[in-house]
């Protein structure tokens, strides 16, 4: 009985972040925004990753807004890149929303390209040819929703 009213209560629960990574971003993710450092695509992506993290990824345009109400005017690297036919997400799910400033297209001269969100631009998504060279601030994202130790306490006993 007492799992039963458990999981009636499930819809009231709320996401609350770690210290770790103190951002709401959107959907139960939590972030990590790197503040006045700056790193290359990929050092800041093995950072993200020894964290288990990742760069925001955004497949509608509300998760990019809630992304936006929180990191404004910063820049960050975002978890997109084109495979020389699609724009894929960091977890290999196609984008089928992007934001680009220019018109961007994906083939194959441009699998290196990497891709930010640039405060110069109205926030909208730019291209970086030299992502290994030059420096972006960066959030990595993590799932740590606030439900999965009332899973662990309430259902594991």
Avoid at 60 to 80: A, C, H, M, Q, V
């Amino acid at each position: 009985m007492l799992q039963l009213l458990n999981l009636l209560l499930l819809p009231s629960l709320t996401f609350s972040c770690t210290k770790e990574f103190p951002h709401l971003v959107y959907d139960g993710q939590c972030s990590y925004y790197s503040g006045s450092y700056s790193k290359t695509y990929d050092s800041a992506k093995s950072l993200c990753a020894s964290i288990d993290s990742h760069f925001p990824m955004f497949y509608t345009e509300e998760d990019f807004d809630k992304f936006l109400t929180e990191y404004r005017n910063s820049f960050p690297w975002i978890g997109l890149r084109c495979d020389g036919v699609n724009f894929i997400w960091e977890d290999g799910t196609v984008a089928t929303y992007t934001d680009f400033y220019y018109k961007e297209t994906c083939d194959a001269s441009k699998v290196d390209r990497r891709f930010y969100t640039d405060r110069n631009y109205d926030e909208r998504w730019n291209a970086e040819d030299n992502h290994n060279i030059s420096t972006k601030y960066y959030v990595c994202v993590a799932d740590v929703r606030s439900c999965k130790l009332f899973f662990e306490v309430m259902f594991e006993k």
